[in-house]
């Protein structure tokens, strides 16, 4: 298995490199500031978004491809296992013809647990027991083999690693009383060192992408996964509703801070954080994306909504913060939010592009953030339907592709959203 010794040395020469490029992109970015600025003045009716609408299908929705669970047979010897101690497994799909050396990496989301009671109903689930996962899985939207759904990655080596950890693939502990094992960190780099036994160490570009926890834990694990390629691999990441915020919920507490509080005490995440983050500040911060995405020296892509459904529903207003349910309404359908709570929500799409200011000034960097309801964008409607999200005609997938490609530098925030879905809730 992969050494964190060996990785953190590797990522030292990395930053060596990048520290430089930084300092060439920064003028550059502070007028990318000045516009986001602008957009943080912007009226309340400019933003609120329409509930009317839904995504289309997929053109290939009737011929999905479903590909089968592969478990990691050399990972229990290393202790990566799930929360019931049974192997992790991941779905592969081989690439072909020119994606052949090329390999796309989708870390699945479902939430986190964060004590001894919902991480034992946890591992009664497919988030924590491989022997409960589904034995094949569709792949849609970013991970379809379609070219008309999929034209930049659909011929690519596809995997999705499955999430049975709760803590984003980082944690390493157990809970021996319960019979717990917290080895996400394990799972995740026992995963790579697999992966690479099977072709990927001979990639000539790699993209880490992730949804929801798993685009959290996209952004936590970046510069590992570059350090595990040779120097002349393109490697990028990209995260997907994964940009969960350290907001005040609407009664004044801090419930997502609360939640990740115990997910990083119980799992023992604290020794997988980056230093550059623990060395300032305490290890529940460090969990948030706000306080990492500046010093992360791989390329990195943030697709988020500004509205974003699961962090409304779960983190703003939750119904432990709202007791006489004042948001029931708002909560699910933001055409029925009062002015007053609106503002509140402006908030909260404030707070997001106040914290991404810094990232930006990268040229490096690509973000999408529009202002639909909605968490996961890079699934079967998402991502590259007729009626998807789009900015000025491009898709996401499309910008997607051209900042992955470099062919244009993609940094989107957009007032409106074209289309939306039903808000989700993992």
Not at 235 to 251: E, N, P, R, T, Y
């Amino acid at each position: 298995m992969f050494s964190k010794t060996w990785v953190a040395e590797r990522l030292k020469q990395r930053r060596a490199v990048m520290k430089f490029l930084w300092v060439l992109g920064l003028v550059t970015a502070l007028v990318f500031s000045k516009w986001v600025d602008g957009f943080l003045k912007k009226s309340l009716n400019k933003t609120e978004p329409s509930l009317l609408e839904t995504y289309g299908g997929s053109n290939a929705a009737n011929n999905t491809l479903m590909v089968e669970l592969t478990l990691i047979e050399g990972a229990g010897a290393k202790g990566a296992v799930c929360l019931d101690g049974t192997l992790p497994a991941y779905h592969l799909h081989p690439g072909h013809g020119s994606g052949a050396n090329s390999w796309l990496i989708h870390l699945e989301g479902g939430a986190w647990c964060n004590d001894t009671r919902s991480c034992s109903n946890r591992k009664n689930s497919a988030y924590g027991s491989s022997s409960l996962m589904e034995k094949e899985r569709a792949f849609t939207g970013i991970l379809s083999n379609e070219a008309e759904d999929n034209p930049e990655f659909f011929n690519w080596n596809r995997v999705m690693l499955r999430y049975c950890d709760g803590a984003s693939f980082s944690g390493d502990s157990e809970n021996k009383e319960a019979n717990l094992q917290f080895r996400g960190q394990r799972i995740w780099l026992s995963a790579m060192e697999d992966l690479m036994s099977k072709g990927m160490r001979y990639a000539n570009q790699a993209l880490l992408t992730g949804g929801s926890a798993g685009g959290l834990a996209s952004i936590l694990h970046c510069d590992e996964f570059w350090g595990i390629f040779p120097t002349t691999t393109k490697v990028k990441c990209m995260s997907d509703a994964g940009f969960f915020l350290d907001a005040v919920d609407i009664s004044g507490g801090r419930t997502l801070r609360n939640l990740y509080t115990g997910v990083v005490g119980l799992q023992g995440v604290q020794e997988n954080l980056p230093h550059y983050c623990t060395s300032h500040l305490d290890p529940t911060s460090c969990f948030f994306p706000e306080n990492l995405i500046a010093n992360i020296t791989t390329p990195l892509f943030i697709l988020n909504a500004a509205y974003d459904s699961w962090q409304i529903q779960n983190s703003l207003a939750p119904l432990s913060a709202d007791p006489h349910g004042d948001w029931n309404g708002c909560r699910l359908n933001l055409a029925s939010c009062s002015p007053f709570q609106m503002q509140f929500l402006q908030g909260f799409r404030n707070q997001m592009l106040d914290a991404l200011k810094q990232f930006s000034m990268s040229d490096q960097n690509g973000m999408f953030i529009n202002s639909c309801y909605v968490h996961g964008q890079t699934g079967q409607g998402a991502w590259f339907a007729p009626d998807s999200p789009a900015v000025g005609n491009k898709t996401i997938a499309e910008a997607v592709g051209d900042w992955y490609f470099d062919r244009a530098e993609v940094k989107v925030v957009d007032e409106t959203c074209r289309h939306l879905v039903p808000p989700v809730t993992a």
